[in-house]
């Protein structure tokens, strides 16, 4: 056994079962993150246990200065063996996309060079490692590295040697026609900014600032270079519409495709992993960085994690696209996913799954005010409602006119008029280089987009917009790539015309009409905070939440509540902050099922299906979901009717199948009946009523109801007598055999 050969005299054998088990029971602040995982501490805690076993000793004989100096050594070079052994761009480097090629010159050949470099840079700093552990030091030179391959670009410019005509900042706003009524104005740039390069996906802090992620090392990282991929953020100090400062929040990072606040800090995805940074002293750098989640997958690094937001649920939604295969560790389960669509992670609970499917290579998902989530494939330009989720695919939600697509968005922002209220935004960056903007329109239980004027379009080749946000003034931000060359497989992957000197990020206005004023919620009291969720701006609203999700949970449920207390459900803003309130809860997994009664009450349907659906999130602890589920399947609204049927199957048994019954008997839609098909097929409704036919139980009126429109014959004919059920059984396709058993029978 295994036991048996672990004591056997020419083993060493380190028990860190039992060691570690007492330690975790003295511990005065948790050694891990999730349960699994150690923190810093805990790295520490551990290895004086290993050291002690292998060594037998209670601690080294150098100081902690000294160790910190070897441990430092030994992380440089694991960063270059780790680049190496989970290189970002895999499937560029070793796969498929490896063996395309140009003037004879393939990706492989140019990759595998740049892998060698990494093995050379690895073996260095290890030689480093080792004269540091003996007291001592080496400089590392790198100076025995092999040339890089020279590649030759196979998309040359007008200007001596290839390279191409890049307009300024400001010159390529003449090349743009914005929407009737608004005005576009340059809020950064290279020219202000040299770290504004490839900017990627924006976000706005809680104080209304707006950070950006850059990617200058896109596609991957190249070794002999320095890394420059991070964070910024760009504050806007005085107003006038035109950053002041740029303040780099992070740096040092790898391949930069998605970020998003939550926590008191950001959740990063830098492949491929998932980091929560944060700064702690209030210098707008962060100063902890903890691994969340590894395993991310960065095999095709453009089609990684990207399009990152926070869901009114708390979970972290991405989306990724095909050749990324995921092997994702958490406390509960490894989670392995090749699939392409929308993931999510619970960074409370270290959760994850895969939650849409969409493809092949997904970019774009944003989430409503009511909480309707909408995905969007970047290759195909197409977007779905997502409806049920879980892994289960819907139906298209508008007309594909364009494509690729980077990002999405949605225009909710006082600043602008009525007309442009709550339109889904697009931005494309092949052909059509712009941002579209479709209106969207409800109907029964189905949602739909309808394209209406662009808000941007520009005819310069160069003009790639990356992602769109509402700023804290009301304004609409347009990242812009700026790049001759956009696309992995077009091109090789060290095409020297892909750009990495040029970037911006362009400002929308509404000519004549206020600018809001930011409002500035960080570390402010939490019913200040509570005041942004009255508010007509989504992105407000949202970043209320985003600032209560780090705060501590018992001060926010006593807050909350006490403000939610003072609000009228009659009123419609009261209405939609009161929904706030409860997805507060929600972030926070603290179920406040008084509050969501309230919230049900809503004149809004579609507030009232958000409660629905919240309450289809906590099976776990929901007494007397029965009768509020049943008046939900009743409701006239068919939105709020779909989201019954959906949160039915979370609860599961007779009396979820009594909400499918009762939905089914009202008017039915294409979207219903997918949503309907769906909880059939998960609850067996239709084995339930069998056996409870065969039974001989009394049906409600629901249930008999549903009978008499679906059952079998065979079913039919073992109900009480009578006419209707004579009706039921001769409206059957078979009638004529079976009416002449029901004739001689009865």
């Known amino acids: ?56 000793v209670d601690k080294t004989d150098k100081a902690e200065k000294e160790v910190e100096r070897i441990r430092q050594a030994v992380l440089d070079k694991n960063y270059y063996w780790y680049s190496r052994y989970r290189v970002v761009d895999g499937y560029n480097v070793f796969g498929g996309r490896s063996k395309l090629a140009w003037f004879g010159q393939s990706n492989a050949d140019v990759m595998m060079r740049e892998m060698e470099i990494f093995d050379i840079m690895t073996e260095n700093r290890d030689k480093r490692v080792w004269s540091v552990a003996r007291g001592g030091d080496v400089k590392i030179l790198d100076n025995n590295l092999p040339p890089q391959l020279e590649v030759k670009t196979n998309i040359p410019g ?72 991070k964070i910024i953020c760009l504050p806007d100090d005085d107003g006038d519409g035109v950053a002041d400062r740029c303040v780099t929040f992070a740096d040092e990072l790898n391949s930069v495709t998605g970020f998003e606040f939550w926590g008191g800090g ?29 395993g991310v997958c960065s ?71 009511w909480g309707y989530q909408f995905a969007n494939d970047g290759t195909s330009g197409t977007g779905s409602y997502v409806n049920i989720g879980k892994g289960l695919g819907n139906k298209q939600w508008f007309q594909m006119r364009v494509r690729p697509v980077a990002a999405t968005g949605i225009l909710s922002s006082s600043h602008f008029p009525e007309k442009n209220q709550g339109n889904f935004l697009i931005c494309n960056t092949i052909g059509f ?90 570390g402010k009291p939490i019913d200040e905070v509570c005041r942004a969720f009255l508010t007509k701006e989504n992105s407000v609203r949202y970043r209320g939440r985003l600032e209560l999700s780090g705060r501590d949970t018992k001060e926010v449920v006593t807050a909350v509540k006490a403000w939610a207390s003072k609000l009228d459900i009659t009123k419609p803003d009261h209405a939609q902050a009161l929904l706030e309130c409860l997805w507060v809860f929600e972030e926070h997994r603290v179920p406040q099922h008084e509050l969501l009664k309230t919230v049900y009450k809503a004149a809004e349907p579609r507030v009232r299906a958000a409660a629905i659906r919240t309450l289809g999130h906590w099976t776990k602890d929901a007494p007397e979901w029965e009768n509020t589920l049943l008046a939900a399947a009743r409701d006239e609204s068919a939105l709020v009717r779909a989201e019954a ?80 059920v004579y009706e039921a059984v001769l409206s059957r396709p078979n009638a004529d055999r079976k009416s002449t058993r029901l004739n001689s029978s009865h």
């Open 1 to 56: 056994t295994g036991v048996q050969t672990c004591a056997l005299p020419i083993l060493l054998f380190v028990d860190l079962f039992t060691p570690t088990q007492k330690l975790y029971a003295s511990a005065t602040k948790p050694l891990t993150m999730n349960g699994i995982h150690l923190l810093d501490h805990g790295d520490q805690a551990v290895a004086k246990v290993i050291v002690k076993q292998l060594f037998g």
């Open 158 to 229: 007008k200007l001596p040697g290839g390279k191409h005509v890049y307009l300024g900042g400001k010159e390529a706003i003449d090349k743009m026609k914005v929407a009737e009524g608004m005005q576009i104005n340059l809020f950064a740039s290279e020219e202000m900014f040299p770290e504004l390069v490839n900017p990627v996906q924006m976000a706005v802090d809680t104080n209304g600032r707006l950070f950006v992620s850059v990617w200058p090392s896109y596609p991957h990282w190249n070794p002999t270079e320095p890394r420059r991929d």
């Open 266 to 294: 950001m959740l990063v995805a830098a492949l491929p992993e998932i980091w929560f940074l944060k700064d702690t002293d209030g210098d707008d750098v962060a100063d902890v960085k903890i691994r969340m989640l590894q």
């Open 299 to 369: 095999s095709d690094s453009h089609h990684s994690a990207n399009a990152m937001l926070i869901g009114p649920d708390g979970w972290l939604y991405w989306s990724r696209g095909i050749f990324n295969v995921a092997a994702m560790e958490t406390p509960t389960q490894t989670v392995r996913s090749g699939q392409s669509g929308v993931h999510r992670f619970n960074p409370r609970t270290f959760e994850m799954e895969f939650h849409f499917p969409i493809g092949p290579n997904p970019h774009g998902d944003v989430i409503d005010q």
């Open 433 to 522: 280089l712009g941002v579209l903007q479709h209106e969207v329109k409800y109907n029964g239980a189905d949602i739909r987009a309808v394209e209406v004027e662009p808000i941007v379009v520009s005819a310069d080749p160069n003009f790639r917009p990356s992602d769109v946000e509402v700023g804290g003034d009301g304004a609409l931000y347009i990242s812009d790539w700026s790049n001759a060359i956009i696309g992995h497989m077009q091109h090789n992957m060290r095409d020297p015309n892909r750009d990495r000197e040029h970037g911006r990020v362009y400002r929308v206005t509404a000519k004549d009409r206020p600018l809001l004023t930011p409002m500035k919620l960080k």
């Open 645 to 724: 049927v959906k949160s039915a199957v979370n609860f599961g048994g007779p009396a979820a199948a009594e909400v499918v019954f009762e939905v089914a008997n009202r008017p039915l839609d294409p979207e219903l009946e997918t949503v309907l098909n769906y909880a059939r097929g998960q609850l067996h409704v239709d084995q339930q009523l069998q056996e409870m036919i065969a039974a001989k139980k009394p049906l409600s009126k629901a249930a008999m109801l549903y009978s008499l429109r679906n059952a079998s014959v065979d079913d039919l004919m073992k109900l009480p007598a009578n006419e209707v």
